[in-house]
């Protein structure tokens, strides 16, 4: 009991400290930029319980869960795709070189002149930004499944979706889990900028917004929501991996 | 030996005829009017949009832009994930009390804090500067502190034992630990630092590639925009295999799994 609460306090007290420093410090900021983080907070309550959630945080989180469901699928599918087939992999490996060379954003104008400025063309973009470390490290595991386990399945004519249900996405799932974590972090970095571009809603559209019409109290306090829905995608999903892939952990730590 | 050749060769053969493919893929679509051609620029159309941007002075000037803010943007992000990290990675006590503040401040996105930089810089230099600052320094210091953690301790108590100078424990213990993650801490935020350049030019408006596509765009000059897109993906490619490079060069010992099939 002492010692789990000692450790609570040795990870807590510098982050408290820091947080009531900003307190204290900015109390009387008089700068246009910093305000007091008390100002801050009270913004941050009136925009975000409830005014606001449902005109920027809804689009925000539903885009981010379509984006990256669709960056999630076709990643894995096309990775075992790949994977499975090293000639094909060895062909397209250049043009998925090139394209995951490209910025994301940078695609954005194009995305707008081919889709339009809606909904489909962020989640395609999102999408699209996100998808390539869990399609490499799809393609990666796939080629690292023991091939003589592979070749004795087959020689025991196991059907395609036993080998890939039992053999490959076992061995490969815990790095493409990490693949995934990556790709979270790019979609969520997808969403926003997708929103700051040419859009009207959603929480980036909001922090620049509050930018532009110089309301510097709320430009913190869409930051603030910005880096909260940050660590609850990310808190979320390593929640979801410890319970999936809970074998793999138990495993490695034997 | 001469299988390793012949099997190196066909692979470089496969690759090269991925390449045709895709070229041949878009002259196809082009010549079958599958695409809509304002929109869609013919192969010939872009490459000779490429080529033209070399002599543009804004095209010249953009490039210098986004490529100095990224480099200087990495090497302060360097310096302080090297000088925060090696504090953090020695000592327990540190990287306790502060692994909660390195967890809460990693996911924010650094694009989110754009209207800030812009409110700070305007459209100069620090702005993308100090964006790609804060978002390649995680990743950096990450790894620089899981280098230092991975140092073996029996190794380090013996080191301590035979009373090795500080100068030797570090070469020989602390940086072979040290130099393998830092690389890879290297190579994602290289790649991280150019889109987060990128952005803060399209977003932000300050001069560099991303700015130079968006005015492309709203001008309906499709195919410089499709010249520089393409201009862009290879300066990506350019410092995927500037750290490849370095990293064979400097940890020759280590061999990275991430990407090995790509």
Redesign the interface.
Same mark, same amino acid.
């Given at each position: 009991m002492i010692r789990i609460s000692a450790r609570i306090a040795n990870s807590l007290w510098l982050p408290a400290l820091l947080m009531l420093l900003w307190l204290v410090v900015s109390a009387h900021s008089s700068s246009i930029y910093f305000p007091p983080l008390t100002n801050i907070l009270s913004q941050f309550r009136k925009d975000w319980i409830f005014a606001n959630i449902g005109k920027d945080v809804v689009p925000s989180v539903r885009n981010l869960l379509l984006g990256f469901i669709l960056a999630s699928i076709s990643g894995v599918v096309l990775g075992l795709v790949i994977g499975l087939l090293p000639t094909l992999g060895k062909a397209v490996s250049p043009v998925i070189h090139f394209l995951r060379a490209i910025p994301p954003p940078i695609l954005l104008p194009l995305a707008a002149v081919l889709l339009g400025l809606g909904t489909s063309m962020k989640v395609v973009m999102i999408a699209f930004g996100g998808v390539w470390p869990t399609l490499i490290s799809t393609i990666d595991a796939t080629l690292s499944v023991d091939p003589v386990v592979l070749d004795t399945a087959r020689a025991y004519h196991i059907p395609l979706w036993t080998r890939l249900r039992r053999i490959v996405l076992p061995q490969a799932s815990p790095r493409i889990a990490a693949g995934l974590r990556t790709s979270l972090q790019l979609c969520i970095f997808m969403v926003v900028v997708s929103e700051m571009f040419a859009s009207k809603g959603g929480l980036g559209f909001f922090v620049l917004d509050a930018e532009q019409t110089f309301a510097i109290k709320q430009l913190w306090s869409g930051i603030l929501m910005l880096g909260l829905l940050g660590i609850v995608a990310n808190s979320a999903f390593s929640f979801f991996e410890s319970r999936i892939l809970r074998w793999y952990f138990m495993s490695q730590n034997k | 030996m001469t299988s390793t050749y012949i099997k190196k060769r066909i692979?470089a053969t496969?690759? /090269? &005829?991925?390449?045709v493919? &895709?070229l041949l893929v878009w002259v196809i679509a082009e010549d079958a009017r599958l695409l809509p051609r304002s929109?869609f620029p013919s192969l010939s159309s872009t490459a000779s949009a490429f080529l033209a941007q070399f002599q543009s002075a804004s095209f010249v000037s953009a490039l210098a832009a986004t490529l100095s803010t990224w480099a200087v943007g990495l090497a302060v992000a360097l310096a302080i994930s090297l000088l925060i990290g090696s504090f953090l990675g020695s000592s327990a006590?540190a990287f306790?009390?502060?692994?909660? #503040?390195v967890e /809460? %401040?990693k996911? #924010?996105?650094? !694009?989110?804090?754009?209207?800030?930089a812009?409110? %700070?810089y305007g459209t100069s230099f620090w702005m993308p500067t100090g964006l790609i600052i804060f978002g390649t320094v995680w990743p950096l210091l990450v790894h620089v502190i899981a280098g230092i953690r991975g140092v073996d301790p029996v190794a380090l108590d013996s080191s301590r034992a035979y009373r090795l100078t500080r100068r030797h424990t570090l070469r020989y213990l602390i940086l072979p630990s040290v130099l393998p993650s830092l690389m890879t801490g290297l190579r994602i935020a290289g790649?991280l630092g150019? @889109?987060i &350049? !990128?952005?803060a030019e399209?977003?932000g408006g300050s001069t560099g %590639?991303?700015n130079f !596509? &968006?005015l492309?765009?709203?001008a309906s000059k499709?195919a410089p925009?499709?010249a !520089? #897109?393409i201009f862009?993906?290879?300066?990506?490619?350019a410092?995927?295999s500037l750290f490849k490079f370095l990293s064979r060069k400097i940890v020759p010992w280590h061999h990275e799994?991430?990407? @090995?099939? %790509?």
């Open positions: - | 692979r496969t690759s /090269f &005829a991925g390449i493919i &895709a929109e006590r306790r009390s502060s692994w909660l #503040i /809460f %401040l996911p #924010i996105p650094p !694009v989110a804090l754009i209207p800030l812009l409110l %700070l790649s150019l @889109a &350049a !990128v952005t399209l977003i %590639l991303g !596509v &968006a492309d765009e709203s499709y925009m499709y !520089v #897109i862009t993906g290879l300066i990506g490619i410092i995927n799994r991430f990407g @090995a099939s %790509l």
